[in-house]
Nanobody, 117 residues
Framework: QVQLVESGGGLVQAGDSLRLSCAASGRTFSSYAMGWFRQAPGKEREFVAGINWNGGSTNYADSVKGRFSISRDNAKNTVYLQMNSLKPEDTAVYYC??????????WGQGTQVTVSS
């Protein structure tokens, strides 16, 4: 079992930055990959960014490339999502998830990010 708790969401203006954090507990954090997803009102949940077990490999959705950055600190059991140049269309509930084998199996409760224009 893995427990995930997101934090760092809030209300910001377009062009601002936010950093989301996701604290993990349970299984050894450095043994699994992590990802960030988001879900806007009336839309399906979508992948935002992923990172492998040691941070050596990352990937991003096209919509956030060059603006968002995912990182992890295995000593702190935490994964981060640095979000820069935020746009109103980034407004969503953001979730972190733990990946085992080929699926994201454990999910946090989500944190709201609202970007005003």
């Amino acid at each position: 079992q893995v427990q995930l708790v997101e934090s760092g969401g809030g209300l910001v203006q377009a062009g601002d930055s936010l950093r989301l954090s996701c604290a993990a507990s349970g299984r050894t954090f450095s043994s699994y990959a992590m990802g960030w997803f988001r879900q806007a009102p009336g839309k399906e949940r979508e992948f935002v960014a992923g990172i492998n077990w040691n941070g050596g490999s990352t990937n991003y959705a096209d919509s956030v490339k060059g603006r968002f950055s995912i990182s992890r600190d295995n000593a702190k059991n935490t994964v981060y999502l640095q979000m820069n140049s935020l746009k109103p269309e980034d407004t969503a509930v953001y979730y972190c998830a733990a990946k085992f084998v080929y699926e994201y199996r454990y999910w946090g409760q989500g944190t709201q990010v609202t970007v005003s224009s």
